[in-house]
Nanobody
Framework: QVQLVESGGGLVQAGGSLRLSCAASGRTFSGYAMGWFRQAPGKERESVSAIRWSGGSTYYAESVKGRFTISRDNAKNTVYLQMNSLKPEDTAVYYC?????????????????WGKGTLVTVSS
């Protein structure tokens, strides 16, 4: 059974940092791009960041560029999202995802696999 399990969410003050982790299991993810979406209350889900299997290409939404950094450890089947200088508007449920197409993250398409999400709350 394929599982993507997120961790690292929580409550943080504006300007603070959090590091999200997503551990994948249940199959080999060789060749899969991995990344993060988020959904704030009352808003549509949006793609936040993605990274190719090789790690050679990364994508960031304009709203998080310069503040968030994505990385992955293929030996551990894990992807990370370092979030710095957090703002109240970053408050959302963050979902880990995996897909064979890196471009699907950029165009916010449906993913092959999803995690259940972790809540990030940024207080002002």
């Amino acid at each position: 059974q394929v599982q993507l399990v997120e961790s690292g969410g929580g409550l943080v003050q504006a300007g603070g940092s959090l590091r999200l982790s997503c551990a994948a299991s249940g199959r080999t993810f060789s060749g899969y791009a991995m990344g993060w979406f988020r959904q704030a209350p009352g808003k549509e889900r949006e793609s936040v960041s993605a990274i190719r299997w090789s790690g050679g290409s990364t994508y960031y939404a304009e709203s998080v560029k310069g503040r968030f950094t994505i990385s992955r450890d293929n030996a551990k089947n894990t992807v990370y999202l370092q979030m710095n200088s957090l703002k109240p508007e970053d408050t959302a449920v963050y979902y880990c995802a995996a897909d064979l197409s890196y471009l699907n993250f950029i165009y916010s398409k449906e993913m092959n696999y999803w995690g259940k999400g972790t809540l990030v709350t940024v207080s002002s």
